[in-house]
């Protein structure tokens, strides 16, 4: 079955710093990633569609400046989190669409807990 | 835009209850999907659903696509403890590019005492 791995699973930076978040689909080639945040008690809100080879798509509300996407490769997509504030510690992940023929449904990675003091 | 409205947002029972929960959306979806998202972890798939009337079983899990394609249920039979879990409904309105991006529901919290 389809695999996503996401890391790290958590960071703690500095206000100020920025922070890498890493997508990889290990068993498959994802031309489509997907990068969500999500707030205690809360669902996960789309920040943005991480397409291989060109630009992300981002959602209305969300600063391409600040959240910069980047999709290298086939298997890899990397969510950096510049200039990061304590209002930006939240709960990141990255999903992937397996676009292999019988898979459903589309794979996760297990999250990062981003935390800015 | 698309909505998607969950409910109940929580639930508690006692072991061995049966569950269930539902979505529906102010639009129509060609895809829907059930994940459980445990504390502290990313979502996992528990059932796809690409035809509208589609019925499908996952052991103890149940969910049917509705035929007006702006709703869906999912049925947990005989709850165990370890069925504890956020469980959220996605949808996806077309296909190709953008299209593929999901709505998400805003969750069902599930509580089992054993």
């Known amino acids: 079955g389809a695999v996503v791995s996401q890391h790290p699973s958590r960071v703690i930076c500095k206000s100020g710093t920025s922070v890498k978040i890493e997508c990889r689909s290990l068993?498959?080639?994802?031309?489509?990633m997907f990068w969500y945040r999500q707030f205690p008690k809360q669902s996960l809100m789309l920040m943005a569609t991480?397409?291989?080879?060109?630009?992300?798509?981002?959602e209305q509300g969300v600063e391409k400046d600040k959240f910069l996407i980047n999709h290298a490769s086939l298997t890899l997509s990397t969510l950096t989190v510049t200039s990061a504030h304590p209002e930006d510690s939240s709960f990141y992940i990255c999903s992937a669409r397996d676009p292999r023929p019988g898979i459903r449904g589309y794979t996760f990675g297990s999250g990062t807990r981003l935390t800015v003091v | 835009g698309q909505q998607l409205n969950q409910s109940p947002q929580s639930m508690f029972i006692q072991e061995g209850e049966d569950v269930s929960m539902n979505c529906t959306s102010s639009s129509i979806f060609n895809t829907w999907l059930w994940y459980k998202q445990d504390p502290g972890e990313g979502p996992v798939l528990l059932i796809a659903?690409?035809?509208?009337?589609e019925l499908t079983s996952n052991g103890r899990l149940t969910a049917q696509f509705g035929i007006t394609r702006k709703d869906s249920f999912l049925n947990i039979s005989a709850s165990i403890p370890s069925d504890v879990g956020i469980y959220f409904c996605a949808g996806r309105f077309g296909s190709g590019g953008s299209n593929y991006k999901l709505t998400f529901g805003k969750g069902t919290l599930l509580t089992v005492n054993p």
């Open positions: 068993d498959f080639q994802a031309t489509t």
């Open positions: 659903l690409y035809k509208a009337g």
């Open positions: 991480s397409n291989e080879g060109s630009k992300a798509t981002y």
